[in-house]
């Protein structure tokens, strides 16, 4: 029993440092010089896709990450409802790769 829970702890601890390990946030000058080699998109393409979405919201964060050697932006929005909303993009393509409320 205590070596298969031991195992279980080592497996969560080994999966919570490779999420960690394989995404991270770039800074503003970071984005900038992605955006100007072409790279990525503008994040205000970004903002206004997602707040055509959803209408009247607000901006709460916006993000750029790279996750798995892919740049990723994450729009948060408050809703008018009140619900806070992720929005995940693509940031070279501009795909919607996900739209959820946010715990």
């Known amino acids: 029993m205590f070596k298969s829970s031991r195992c279980a702890c080592l497996v969560i601890l080994f999966l919570t ?17 992605l955006r100007k080699e072409g790279k990525v ?7 206004e896709r997602a707040l055509e979405r959803h209408p009247k919201a607000r901006l709460l964060e916006l993000e750029l990450e790279e996750k798995h050697g892919r740049y990723v ?21 501009g795909e919607l790769l996900e739209d959820e409320e946010d715990d």
């Open 41 to 47: 998109l503008s994040s205000q393409t970004f903002i």
């Open 73 to 93: 932006y994450e729009v948060e929005l408050l809703t008018v409802q009140g619900q806070v909303r992720e929005l995940k993009f693509d940031a070279s393509s």
């Open 17 to 33: 440092v490779v999420s960690q390990v394989s995404a991270r946030d770039l800074s503003q000058d970071q984005a900038l010089k």
